[in-house]
């Protein structure tokens, strides 16, 4: 057990699950739940909780308890992912609340902007919920207003449920379905060999996600420092508003594959949009970019300087095509930016846009923010001024080509 945690009585276990003596009676004798010589463990709530809500749904308790005794279906996998420890304290909800001197206005408005249901104040509170509202109660002791600090877990929450569908989607796909169609005629046996992997496969996730977090949390930590402290060296602190720390915005789009997909059907299309995706962000990543958000067969991304945005749609020009996709565009402009929830707004976001909307297949065109004074190894061939769609002024617009043989 936690400290502090203990196992669930019978009588609880009822309470919050919505079942009968009866039902409880059945469930135990259908294998989904087996007390324990202290009590239940919190696992065996979720996984009640879990049947009562498919048997509303589905014709009853009975169908679903007979499904599970034919081994239609398992709940191995809770045993896998509910680790043991996670257990129900003493405390209830509305207790540990008052502790933590944590309004109830406050910590339903922090849960829904998670994403997760508000629990009964009377409920015994679990234990990480416990250690949450703890972390809680030191936030609201830092200068950071409540919208400011429920934006950044929404953005948190939204990222990680990002995260966790995933893997999950994948292991339903390439591990859980496999199995289940080469055991058609063994379904105890498949789901054995689905929980078996699946409780290899848990700690994997797991330990990857906390480790790419904390990764990325140091990587923008560093990145800030590193701008104070150009700053500090120049005597200018407001150095990371100044015009050398504007980012490049990129927009890129295939061109030609609404027909494409038209063709193809549901299935091709959406491996060829994950493809899309993939060589995006490895080519961003590659050259010290982001890419900001994908816009249906098109994407926004961010570079640093201009050299890393001009080097990066080059090589989308080339290597997209080449990958069998359609034919790529890119658009490039340089400037200052609105930031928000990790996306980015104002002119120099919609003056990319409409540059990229101006390209032609396989072309990259930026204009003249973006390499003012040129690059190595790159050729900017003069375009002119050019008037684009929604943008009050002609643009000075420039084609970028690889120079072959740069280094000789």
Same mark, same amino acid.
């Given at each position: 057990?936690?400290?502090?945690?203990?196992a669930?009585?019978?009588e609880?276990l =009822?309470a919050?699950?919505?079942?009968s003596? +009866?039902? *409880?009676? @059945? %469930?135990?004798r259908?294998? !989904?739940? #087996?007390?324990a $010589?202290?009590g239940y463990?919190?696992?065996?709530?979720v996984?009640?909780?879990?049947?009562r809500?498919?048997?509303?749904?589905?014709?009853?308790?009975?169908?679903?308890?007979n499904a599970?005794e034919?081994?239609?279906f398992?709940?191995?996998?809770?045993?896998t992912?509910?680790p043991?420890?996670?257990?129900?304290r003493?405390?209830?909800?509305?207790?540990?609340?008052?502790?933590?001197?944590?309004?109830?206005?406050?910590?339903e408005?922090?849960?829904?902007?998670?994403?997760?249901?508000?629990?009964?104040?009377?409920?015994?509170?679990?234990s990480?919920?416990y250690?949450?509202?703890?972390h809680?109660a030191?936030?609201?002791?830092?200068?950071?207003?409540?919208e400011a600090? =429920?934006?950044a877990?929404?953005?948190q929450? +939204?990222? *990680?449920? @990002? %995260?966790?569908?995933?893997? !999950?989607k #994948?292991?339903? $796909?390439y591990?859980?379905?496999?199995?289940?169609q080469?055991?058609?005629?063994?379904?105890?046996?498949?789901?054995?060999?689905?929980?078996?992997?699946?409780?290899?496969?848990?700690?994997?996730t797991i330990?990857?996600?906390?480790?790419?977090?904390?990764?990325?949390l140091?990587h923008?930590?560093?990145?800030?420092?590193?701008?104070?402290?150009?700053?500090?060296?120049?005597?200018?602190?407001?150095?990371?508003?100044s015009q050398e720390?504007?980012?490049?915005i990129?927009?890129?789009?295939?061109v030609?594959?609404?027909?494409l997909?038209?063709?193809?059907g549901?299935v091709?299309?959406?491996?060829?949009?994950?493809?899309?995706?993939?060589?995006l962000?490895d080519l961003?990543?590659a050259?010290?970019?982001?890419l900001?958000k994908?816009?249906?067969?098109? %994407?926004?991304?961010?570079?640093?300087?201009?050299?890393?945005a001009?080097?990066?749609?080059?090589?989308?020009?080339?290597?997209?095509?080449?990958a069998?996709?359609?034919?790529?565009?890119?658009g490039?402009?340089?400037?200052?930016?609105?930031?928000?929830?990790?996306?980015?707004y104002g002119?120099?976001?919609?003056?990319a846009a409409r540059?990229?909307e101006y390209?032609?297949p396989?072309?990259v065109?930026l204009?003249a923010s973006?390499?003012?004074?040129?690059a190595?190894?790159?050729?900017?061939?003069?375009?002119?001024d050019?008037?684009?769609?929604?943008?009050?002024?002609p643009v000075?617009?420039?084609r970028?080509?690889?120079?072959e043989?740069?280094?000789?």
């Amino acid at each position: 057990m936690t400290e502090g945690g203990r196992a669930i009585r019978r009588e609880q276990l =009822l309470a919050l699950s919505n079942f009968s003596e +009866d039902d *409880l009676t @059945r %469930a135990e004798r259908a294998g !989904v739940i #087996q007390p324990a $010589a202290d009590g239940y463990r919190a696992v065996d709530l979720v996984k009640l909780q879990l049947v009562r809500q498919v048997a509303d749904s589905s014709g009853g308790l009975d169908r679903v308890l007979n499904a599970y005794e034919e081994g239609r279906f398992t709940l191995a996998f809770l045993e896998t992912f509910l680790p043991q420890e996670f257990e129900l304290r003493d405390e209830t909800y509305a207790e540990v609340l008052a502790e933590a001197q944590v309004p109830l206005e406050e910590a339903e408005a922090v849960l829904r902007a998670c994403g997760l249901p508000v629990p009964s104040l009377d409920a015994p509170i679990r234990s990480d919920d416990y250690e949450a509202f703890q972390h809680m109660a030191r936030m609201r002791a830092l200068p950071v207003p409540l919208e400011a600090r =429920l934006h950044a877990i929404r953005v948190q929450s +939204d990222g *990680l449920q @990002r %995260a966790a569908e995933v893997p !999950v989607k #994948q292991f339903n $796909a390439y591990i859980e379905q496999p199995l289940l169609q080469a055991y058609a005629k063994d379904h105890l046996e498949a789901q054995r060999l689905i929980a078996e992997i699946a409780r290899a496969a848990l700690p994997t996730t797991i330990g990857i996600t906390n480790w790419l977090y904390g990764r990325f949390l140091e990587h923008e930590i560093l990145k800030d420092v590193a701008v104070a402290m150009e700053g500090a060296a120049r005597g200018d602190w407001s150095a990371a508003h100044s015009q050398e720390h504007d980012p490049v915005i990129a927009f890129v789009d295939l061109v030609g594959f609404t027909p494409l997909a038209a063709d193809e059907g549901d299935v091709e299309a959406a491996g060829t949009a994950t493809m899309f995706y993939d060589r995006l962000l490895d080519l961003a990543r590659a050259h010290g970019g982001r890419l900001v958000k994908m816009l249906g067969d098109g %994407a926004m991304l961010t570079f640093p300087n201009g050299v890393s945005a001009v080097a990066a749609g080059l090589e989308m020009a080339r290597d997209i095509p080449a990958a069998g996709l359609p034919p790529a565009r890119i658009g490039l402009n340089r400037g200052p930016v609105v930031e928000q929830s990790g996306d980015m707004y104002g002119l120099t976001v919609n003056l990319a846009a409409r540059i990229n909307e101006y390209a032609r297949p396989n072309e990259v065109l930026l204009s003249a923010s973006v390499l003012p004074d040129g690059a190595a190894g790159v050729d900017l061939e003069p375009i002119g001024d050019v008037t684009l769609k929604g943008i009050p002024r002609p643009v000075t617009l420039f084609r970028a080509r690889a120079v072959e043989n740069a280094a000789d």
